[in-house]
């Protein structure tokens, strides 16, 4: 990046969504890099609207950061997310000069069980390219440019790597993707039946309460994992199989594997050292009730599962309106506070005008 050493001010905005993985990732080491690929598709309706005011001042000496949620200021994330600017140096050669007003806000609660850092962080990266592309008039062009920003979201949070596109999206190297890559995420638009693309993605709120275990304690927790290896064995796989499945629009094998990998994050961490039940009564009946109308109606619909105990049902668009109804009279009894957000698979980040 090119300093031009003068002082620049001004205001970019961003909306980004979040993402459910399928298969997912869980372990990691060094700098953020996963111990295995991680696929997902970006949601809709789920996003964050990130805001960031900024002042570049050669004469500053120390990095001004605020920020704020919902209009209020959130200490731990403003601390998270100044640690992420000290951790990571190289990536900000500007920070010491940089004075930072960010403030943002969700589509969705706090307690959806939606992965939040996804999106935020995502909103955030791309809100810092922009900057940059603005002060330091840097000559990458769009793909580039995308290309920083799932690396700077990486940093942040792995898995929002993945939300700074939209449809299904790649993190971590594999042979079935031309140019995957550990340090950033790129998007899959080839091989992928439409019927896919359109899919639909409901959230049912089963549990509200704090998650007994971080993001990153669990990420941890597969250090010392006694199947660590064959996970990563098992989802590099996955990734495999996935690619048939989703080329061939196989939804029946879409769905087993969308479902194992669910049923593997939550078996990691109930046979980890400490180990957590993350899952709900709620959340069994809500799995035995989709498998129930599957098997018995022969109705093409899934389950997966973020590390929490809300469940997120997968379906064709073709078949919503039914699915509707299945989940007002079959799952409706068993969500919380009927907290339910029909989501499906969207296009991805926008850039935002600045309310005036
Ligand atoms: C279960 O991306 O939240 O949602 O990199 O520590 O921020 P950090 O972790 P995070 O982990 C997401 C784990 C997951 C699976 C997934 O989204 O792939």
């Not at 950033?184 to 089963?206: C, H, K, R």
Request: charged share 20%; net charge negative; glycine share 6%.
């Amino acid at each position: 990046m090119k300093s031009n050493n003068k002082h620049s001010q001004g205001r970019v905005a961003w909306r980004s969504p979040s993402n459910i993985a399928l298969v997912k990732y869980w372990g990691k080491y060094g700098r953020q890099l996963p111990k295995n690929p991680s696929l997902s598709f970006t949601l809709s309706e789920a996003y964050t609207d990130t805001y960031v005011e900024y002042d570049i001042d050669p004469n500053r000496a120390q990095l001004e950061l605020t920020f704020s949620f919902h209009g209020k200021t959130h200490a731990a994330f403003e601390d998270k997310i100044r640690k992420f600017f000290m951790a990571n140096p190289d990536d900000f050669p500007y920070i010491n000069q940089l004075k930072i007003n960010i403030s943002s806000q969700n589509s969705f609660p706090h307690s959806a069980g939606i992965a939040s850092s996804a999106s935020s962080m995502s909103a955030l990266a791309l809100c810092l390219v922009h900057m940059e592309q603005k002060v330091y008039e840097s000559s990458l062009g769009q793909a580039q440019l995308f290309t920083r920003a799932s690396h700077l979201a990486r940093l942040a949070s792995g898995s929002a790597s993945r939300s700074v596109y939209g449809g299904l999206v790649c993190w971590g190297e594999t042979e079935w993707v031309t140019g995957s890559s550990d340090y950033y995420a790129v998007p899959i638009s080839q091989g992928v039946d439409p019927v896919f693309l359109s899919f639909e993605n409901t959230i049912l709120m089963v549990d509200k309460g704090e998650k007994p275990v971080s993001s990153t304690a669990g990420h941890a927790l597969m250090n010392k994992h006694p199947y660590a290896e064959m996970r990563y064995y098992v989802a590099r796989d996955h990734v495999n199989q996935f690619s048939e499945a989703l080329a061939n629009g196989d939804i029946a094998a879409f769905g087993r594997l969308l479902e194992n990998e669910a049923l593997a994050l939550h078996g990691l961490m109930m046979n980890s050292d400490p180990s957590f039940i993350l899952l709900k009564p709620n959340t069994l009946s809500i799995i035995e009730a989709i498998r129930e109308v599957r098997d018995s109606e022969d109705f093409p619909w899934y389950f997966t599962l973020d590390a929490g105990p809300n469940v997120h049902v997968m379906y064709p668009h073709e078949v919503a309106t039914q699915a509707r109804k299945y989940i007002e009279t079959r799952l409706q009894p068993f969500v919380q506070d009927n907290g339910i957000l029909y989501d499906r698979v969207g296009q991805g980040p926008s850039a935002l005008v600045w309310p005036s």
